[in-house]
Every structure is written in structure tokens, then in C-alpha cells.
């Protein structure tokens, strides 16, 4: 519930596999508001859902539905200029009907026609590069991606919600502060989570009271709004935490030492040394975020390099100076290992 806002009731009814939807009609304040849900039982959960100042409220100011239709099409920033040559259009139109008039009526108005010609002219070929530029730059349209696919398009803004889930027991994880830019949730135990605005180069940085170091879980930016669950375990990264930090010091006989017995039985450490690729140096040692582009839980993965298969096991793709690089670990008498 946002300060200042009454609090909201509804009676809603769970489907056979627990979920549920509410409408609510009244209209809430832009940003994050508390959902609280309590079964008969009296057993309680909350999720934090965050709701996003749109360009509606813009356009709802005073303005009409001109504006509104365009605030849905370009940038705010855009608006202000495109009404702008609007005014000036339909003046030069006026202007130039009151010419007409004038020399129907036989008075001289010939040169003045013509540069009310030539200024309408212009102002419509302005006005039509400044709508294109507009639709150009709509994120939400995607045009940058379509013409670069770069370093452009990774700058999008994207709205991104989703659930932090322990690999272990399927079940969302509390406790974990979530950032994006000036916002913050601090999950509860559902693990849910909704960002109206995250900037993709920068994603959400996740910190937890035990992790060895901040992590910063970065989403593809594909499209405007998407829905990401990320498998978290505080142990689970602090393993591979500390699978970066051997590496980046290039200590790889510290990062031997994180594999199950199974694979260390039929690989030895010299073989493991010799086989390992890493992206971490000595530069990345000082780096005080690891950086998270995915998370999957595989149901079952073989290490061929040792004849091993393992079940459950969590496969973490990392990113570092413009390389990226795949980490498998899995969990045994409730310790997190290394999969080569």
C-alpha cells in the first residue's frame, strides 16, 4: 500500500493448484504496494507489485487525446516539439487561407503567399522528421534492436518481474534486496518481484547478508516487459563466488578442489588444469559484483570429461570484460560443488 493510500480488501478464491487473480478497479499510485494474502488458515504471504507511471498520466494532464496518442507512439521528449510545429502548421494554413481570401478580393498578397508556401513546406517536412526520429527511438518498439543489435539496443529500459527460487526446494527465497536504480524490494518469502523500469546494461544487483559479494542478475532485454525466475542459494554462490576468485588470482588448484569426489576420482588435478578455459584474470580480482546473464536448472547433466552424471544441477552463465562463460554446480549432503 503506497503512503497516504487506504488499504484495499478482496475475497478471492485459489484454483486446485493455489493460484488466484484479483481485479482491482480503483486507480493506485505509481510505485510499489504491498499485496497481502491470508488463507483461512490464517497463513499470510506478501508480494511486493510495483505499478508503473505510464504516459496515460501525461496525457491525461489537460492536453486531449492528441497527445495521448502520440505519447503511446514517441518519447515524452518528443511531444513537446511535435505540438509545437503543429501550432505553427495550422497557423501557416490560416494564414495562408487569409491570403486566399485577400486576393479574391483583388489585393497584392502574391510574395507573401509565397513564403507562407515555403514555410508550411518546411514545417511539415520538420514535423515528419521529428515523428520519425521519435518512432525511431521508442524503446518499446524495438527499432533499435532491428537496425543495430548492439550496444544501442542494449540500453533498453525494460518492466521485468519474476521470482527468486531455491533450486533445492522449488520454493521462492526471502530476504533478498533487489535494486534498480533508485528502487529497492526486499523480498519476502514468495520470492516474488516487479521493476516497472530496469536499465539492461545495469540489471538488478542482488544482495544478500550472507554472500560473499554482490551479484548483479542481468536480463536479455529481448522485449519490453519480461518475466524471469532466477534459481538462488546463498551457498550455492558463494561456491561459485569462490570459483572466480581462485581463478582470477589463478589459483586452479583451490578451483580442483570445489568438485565433487566422483569427478576427482576419475580426473586428476593435472588434467583439470590443463582441459580449464576461464574469462577471469587478474584484473577481474578487484571486480566487487559477479555478473549474472542466466540461470537454469537441469534435470540431469553428465560430466563426460569423468563419466559422471549428476541430477539437479544449476547452470549459471556469467559475464566478464565482454566474455561470458557457463558454471554448472550441484548439491550434495547439503554442500554446493563444482561440475567441470
Request: glycine content about 8%; aromatic content about 8%; overall charge negative.
Amino acid at each position: 500500500m503506497a503512503e497516504g493510500q487506504e488499504a484495499l480488501n478482496y475475497d478471492v478464491k485459489s484454483n486446485e493448484q493455489g493460484g488466484w487473480n484479483v481485479d482491482i478497479e480503483q486507480t493506485l499510485a505509481p510505485g510499489p504496494h504491498v499485496v497481502t494474502v491470508e488463507d483461512n488458515a490464517g497463513n499470510r504471504d506478501e508480494v511486493i507489485m510495483y505499478v508503473v507511471g505510464n504516459e496515460e498520466s501525461f496525457a491525461q494532464t489537460g492536453s486531449g487525446g492528441l497527445v495521448q496518442s502520440l505519447a503511446q507512439t514517441v518519447p515524452n521528449y518528443f511531444i513537446y516539439p511535435l505540438l509545437i510545429l503543429f501550432a505553427l502548421i495550422i497557423a501557416l494554413i490560416i494564414n495562408n487561407i487569409r491570403l486566399a481570401r485577400k486576393a479574391d478580393q483583388g489585393q497584392e498578397v502574391t510574395a507573401k503567399k509565397h513564403y507562407t508556401r515555403w514555410a508550411l513546406i518546411f514545417c511539415l517536412i520538420v514535423l515528419l522528421i521529428t515523428l520519425a526520429t521519435g518512432i525511431f527511438l521508442n524503446r518499446q518498439a524495438n527499432f533499435l534492436n532491428v537496425f543495430f543489435n548492439k550496444e544501442l539496443a542494449t540500453k533498453a529500459v525494460i518492466k521485468l518481474s519474476g521470482q527468486i527460487v531455491d533450486p533445492l526446494t522449488g520454493q521462492g527465497v526471502g530476504g533478498v534486496d533487489l535494486t534498480s536504480g533508485e528502487t529497492s524490494i526486499h523480498t519476502s518469502g514468495s520470492g516474488q518481484y516487479i521493476f516497472g523500469s530496469v536499465l539492461t546494461v545495469a540489471g538488478l544487483k542482488a544482495t544478500h547478508p550472507e554472500l560473499l559479494k554482490g551479484i548483479v542478475l542481468l536480463p536479455p532485454g529481448r522485449d519490453f516487459e519480461e518475466k524471469i525466475d532466477w534459481q538462488f542459494n546463498v551457498s550455492m554462490f558463494n561456491t561459485l563466488i569462490r570459483a572466480i576468485d581462485y581463478e582470477s588470482r589463478g589459483n586452479l588448484a583451490q578451483v580442483y578442489q570445489l568438485l565433487p569426489d566422483q569427478v576427482k576420482e576419475k580426473l586428476s588435478e593435472e588434467d583439470f588444469i590443463k582441459n580449464i578455459k576461464s574469462i577471469y584474470s587478474p584484473e577481474n580480482v578487484t571486480d566487487q559484483e559477479v555478473r549474472i546473464n542466466s540461470t537454469k536448472l537441469l534435470d540431469r547433466f553428465e560430466v563426460k570429461v569423468a563419466g559422471v552424471a549428476f541430477d539437479k544441477v544449476v547452470e549459471i552463465e556469467v559475464s566478464a570484460s565482454s566474455q561470458k562463460a557457463v558454471y554448472r554446480l550441484v548439491n550434495q549432503n547439503s554442500n554446493w560443488y563444482l561440475l567441470p
